[in-house]
């Protein structure tokens, strides 16, 4: 098994159901990095150490005794502060949730993944109410990246990225509703998934917009998000959105490979809305993919609207979630977020309806790009991560503001609820940038094929932090 | 289109604070919409598109949607 703390969470869960290692000892290890490293990242709102020592010393008299532990026996884990943690408040990156009284039983999908023999070792910080591409927070503070403390770690789920990235939680939980699963994947330099809309229950966690919502995992191998997906699906009523599709497990067929790809690579809008780094990305993903079949360009122009139509529910959809609190305390919001909100509170409703309408028509144009290619490949992020506290992306003389456009190449998928892997492409030393593998509805095993196969010949890894600057993590 | 006499009279309207302080931010913002809005008007839209809103289904509740 590699050494804690870059250990994957199958290596561990592997050691500890052999016996090889004790649950209470990884978890110890965890504790003692997360004390260690997080000062200097900031990626922890709270850590659960009182639990996580229980759980696992209970976890290894239960293996001691004969009992099956899970697939995920002993591996630490730890959860974008949204999903709600028993007897912590939740606080969705806000100061208005701290008054929130203490949650009184667990997220649905973090009670999956304890059955599955995980421990929880704490709550991860995130943007205000998920509504950030940066991992600024006026309250907590800004998550660092760790490849680079002076840069952006990206968001909304910020410390879920940064957790991962800085080897003190090989699987963490996040949330994406415009991309904040895979930009924090990108800047940090580890793997996501976003399912299909609808996949994974959001039961008892806090909500951002309703009809946009997905959680996921973050890991730093394929093989660990393809675990802890497996773990956490299966239908709930919990979730009005919740698809009643059964479980359909991933990692039994992962290592098949996903056979002769027809690779859609999106031209005209997108090709001008990334970089050269991400265009490099995307370059060696399409070299490395395995028996490469066709490559080919489509048009899918029809994002930019689709985009838009995002950024319009997100709007309204979300102000309207937060009046009261506006109403009555707007004042205690991040002055980042207040304003959008306050924005969004005042569309007319003509602009959400349309904005509907183009969702179900730029749904029906993506679905048409499928019927030529398997999987689509667009870079996550148009750059590698900023420096905190930039403002303008600069796009070959283009200047956008920075904040938004972050998200610029996630938000259309999202929209309309594609799943989505998020690969990291980085050479040891560079600042990492992640390529998404998009792939029609319902279809997260072939996007986690495609990722596993470009793992293994070396295309995506989600290499330690410690070669950009002295002071990253080493 | 006067965005910022829009936030004046649609914030009273529905009895929404927007202070001196805040209120570029928020011009600034529904500014950034209103460009959406229109990005949506170049998509020509048949009639029989509809989806106004989310699809409601009573059966949801009882244990999650349909496929």
Redesign the interface.
């Known amino acids: 098994m590699t050494d804690l703390p870059w250990a994957q969470a199958h290596e561990i869960a592997e050691a500890v159901r052999s016996g090889r290692r004790t649950a209470a000892s990884v978890i110890e290890a965890t504790l003692g990095r997360i004390a260690a490293v997080d000062p200097r990242i900031n990626a922890f709102t709270a850590v659960t150490a009182e639990r996580a020592r229980a759980e696992a010393a209970a976890l290894d008299r239960a293996i001691a005794a004969g009992a099956a532990p899970g697939p995920l026996a002993g591996v630490p884990f730890a959860v974008k502060n949204l999903f709600d943690i028993k007897g912590l408040p939740t606080l969705c990156g806000s100061k208005i949730n701290r008054d929130r009284t203490p949650a009184s039983r667990d997220a649905l999908l973090v009670e999956r993944l304890r059955a599955a023999g995980a421990i929880l070792v704490g709550a991860l910080g995130m943007g205000e109410y998920a509504y950030d591409f940066t991992g600024e927070n006026a309250h907590d503070g800004a998550v660092r990246n760790p490849h680079d403390p002076e840069r952006m770690s990206g968001g909304s789920s910020s410390g879920s990225g940064a957790a991962t990235a800085a080897g003190m939680a090989p699987i963490s939980l996040g949330s994406d509703t415009n991309g904040s699963l895979r930009v924090p994947a990108s800047l940090c330099g580890v793997f996501s998934l976003k399912p299909t809309y609808?996949r994974l229950p959001r039961t008892r966690t806090f909500s951002f917009v309703?009809?946009l919502d997905h959680l996921g995992p973050f890991a730093r191998s394929v093989r660990d998000l393809a675990l802890a997906y497996d773990a956490m699906q299966g239908?709930?009523?919990g979730?009005?959105?919740?698809?009643?599709?059964g479980v359909e497990p991933a990692l039994p067929a992962l290592a098949d490979g996903p056979g002769r790809l027809r690779i859609g690579v999106p031209g005209g809008w997108f090709e001008t809305r990334y970089g050269p780094e991400a265009r490099e990305a995307v370059g060696r993903v399409l070299q490395g993919l395995p028996g490469s079949g066709q490559i080919m360009r489509v048009d899918l122009d029809?994002a930019?609207?689709g985009r838009?139509?995002a950024?319009?529910i997100t709007?309204s959809e979300s102000a309207a979630f937060h009046?009261e609190r506006?109403?009555s305390r707007?004042q205690d919001y991040d002055?980042d977020t207040?304003?959008?909100f306050?924005?969004?509170?005042?569309?007319?409703a003509a602009?959400v309806?349309?904005?509907?309408?183009?969702?179900?028509?730029w749904l029906t144009q993506a679905l048409a790009a499928f019927s030529v290619a398997d999987v689509l490949i667009v870079p996550a992020t148009p750059v590698p991560a900023p420096r905190r506290g930039e403002t303008v992306l600069d796009l070959a003389g283009r200047k956008l503001p920075l904040r938004?456009s972050l998200g610029l190449l996630s938000q259309p998928f999202s929209c309309i609820g594609l799943p989505v892997v998020t690969v990291p492409v980085f050479r040891p030393g560079e600042l990492p940038i992640g390529v998404q593998i998009i792939a029609p509805p319902w279809r997260e095993d072939l996007a986690l094929k495609v990722g596993h196969a470009l793992e293994a010949r070396g295309v995506a890894t989600a290499h330690a932090p410690g070669g950009v600057r002295a002071q990253a993590v080493a | 289109m006067d965005l910022d006499r829009y936030v004046d009279v649609a914030a009273e309207v529905i009895d929404l604070p927007v202070t001196p302080d805040w209120k570029p931010g928020v011009v600034r913002f529904l500014g950034l919409a209103a460009e959406m809005a229109q990005l949506l008007e170049t998509v020509a839209l048949d009639d029989a598109e509809l989806v106004m809103a989310p699809v409601y289904s009573p059966d949801a509740f009882a244990g999650g949607k349909d496929d």
Do not use: F, K, M
């Not at chain 1, 979730?239 to 599709?245: K, W």
């Not at chain 1, 306050?342 to 007319?348: R, V």
């Not at chain 1, 309806?353 to 028509?361: F, G, I, K, L, T």
């Open positions: 609808g309703d009809s239908p709930d009523g979730d009005h959105a919740c698809t009643r599709r029809a930019e609207a838009a139509a950024y319009l709007n009046i506006l109403r707007a002055p207040r304003d959008r306050l924005a969004g509170a005042l569309l007319p602009w309806a349309r904005a509907q309408r183009v969702r179900a028509w938004p």
